[in-house]
């Protein structure tokens, strides 16, 4: 059974920095396309950033210029730097594949808050 195990969340001031992870324990995990998702309270989950196994990156709007997606096949583990957080970046941070095909770790919460 694929674990996923999200870290590095916490509560930051608006402008702040945050580097998310997320191990897998997955032999395949370096030739999946990873992303990361978000679930805000009230709203449905949506994809933030996502990574293939070479490297190639694509963002969502909202978080283009200010989040970098990257991941490390020899750890089995795709990272989030989020710079320039907003207060509309609160929310919880889950990594899956593209295709949503492994079980949802617990994630890990981000607040943006002054």
């Known amino acids: 059974q694929v674990q996923l195990v999200e870290s590095g969340g916490g509560l930051v001031q608006p402008g702040g920095s945050l580097r998310l992870s997320c191990a897998a324990s997955?032999?395949?995990?370096?030739?999946?396309?990873m992303g990361w998702y978000r679930q805000a309270p009230g709203k449905q989950r949506e994809l933030v950033a996502r990574?293939?196994?070479?490297?190639?990156?694509v963002y969502a709007d909202s978080v283009k210029g200010r989040f970098t997606i990257s991941r490390d096949n020899a750890k089995n583990t795709v990272y989030l730097q989020m710079n320039n957080l907003k207060p509309e970046d609160t929310a919880v941070y889950y990594c899956?594949?593209?295709?949503?095909?492994?079980?949802w770790g617990q994630g890990t919460q981000v607040t943006v808050s002054s």
């Open positions: 990574i293939n196994s070479i490297g190639i990156t």
């Open positions: 899956n594949t593209y295709r949503l095909d492994w079980p």
């Open positions: 997955e032999s395949t995990f370096s030739v999946r396309i």
